[in-house]
């Protein structure tokens, strides 16, 4: 698959200079060809052998957002007499139309919370918005659909995926990254938004802690998650994890709301 993408990397040296050999700066994620990317770069160079007189830069590729994608192919560099094509807008200009509520044809009662939306994107995005509003299914032709056990929060971060393909900046989740992470992935497994599900998957991996683990296996089993319920085994099979996670009260609610889990993980460590 070919694609491309654009991302305006800067890097201030005087922000740099105490900066030791071998230590990174690193990009945003770029979506391209059905990859993400993101450029890293060594502003003193990555081998400590040419003494910080080199600056090294890698690309990058994490993991497939597409899964008919098929593996990586070699990168082609253009050169200065092709014609740039900027990288697609489309998500912020989706993203605007939801923030002003222009156009707006559907509404969302949430926990007492109206929040307005557009029909069209949501069908496009989800089969189950779909069928909520263009099938036979009661909500179809109510002018509100009230949702139940799910905060404005959750919807509200679900929505701006939904319309630009991101999650909204960790800042706005507040001091709960961990459980709006939690939430949002049960969200996304409801509304059959696969890459959302896997982009909160990804996120509850980085965060990981002995404290959280329990919640985050939990989650991941009871949202259909193999991705993060395999990462999660992995974490608690290394010795150290498992012998702080038994000990704490989230292992003993594990153990007691999903037993054939708490089996799976003590036969992994061999107990």
């Known amino acids: 698959m070919s694609g491309s993408g654009f991302l305006e990397f800067r890097l201030d040296y005087s922000e740099t200079k105490n900066i030791a050999i071998g230590d990174s700066v690193i990009s945003d994620y770029i979506s391209a060809g059905g990859h993400l990317w993101r450029i890293i770069c060594y502003p ?3 081998n400590k052998d040419v003494n910080g007189e080199y600056v090294s830069i890698f690309l990058e590729v994490e993991l497939c957002s597409d899964s008919k994608a ?40 949430v926990k007492g919370e ?7 994107i949501l069908a496009a995005r989800s089969p189950v918005f779909q069928a909520e509003l263009f099938g036979t299914m009661s909500d179809a ?30 800042e706005e989740f507040g001091d709960s990254v961990t459980d709006m992470m939690q939430h949002l992935l049960a969200a996304a497994d409801h509304y059959a938004l696969d ?34 319920k395999s990462k999660c085994i992995d974490f608690f099979a290394v ?20 037993p054939d889990l708490a089996a799976k993980l003590k036969e992994r460590v061999g107990t």
């Not at 919807?155 to 701006?160: D, E, Q, R, S, T």
């Not at 010795?239 to 999903?258: H, P, R």
């Open 239 to 258: 010795e150290e994890n498992f012998k702080k996670i038994v000990f704490t009260a989230g292992f003993m609610w594990l153990v007691q709301k999903f």
């Open 141 to 170: 032709t109510s002018p509100s659909i009230t949702l139940q056990d799910m905060e404005p929060e959750v919807f509200k971060a679900m929505l701006v995926f939904v319309y630009t393909d991101e999650l909204p900046e960790d």
């Open 44 to 46: 003193r160079g990555f």
């Open 114 to 120: 109206t929040i307005q939306a557009h029909c069209a």
């Open 195 to 228: 890459r959302l599900k896997l982009m909160c998957a990804r996120k509850l991996w980085n965060i990981i802690s002995v404290d959280a683990f329990a919640s985050t296996l939990a989650c991941a089993e009871t949202h259909n998650c193999p991705e993060l």
């Open 70 to 109: 098929g593996p990586c192919s070699s990168i082609i560099v253009l050169g200065a007499d092709t014609i740039a094509v900027p990288s697609s807008n489309i998500g912020c200009d989706l993203g605007f139309l939801l923030e002003s509520d222009a156009g707006t044809d559907v509404s969302f009662i």
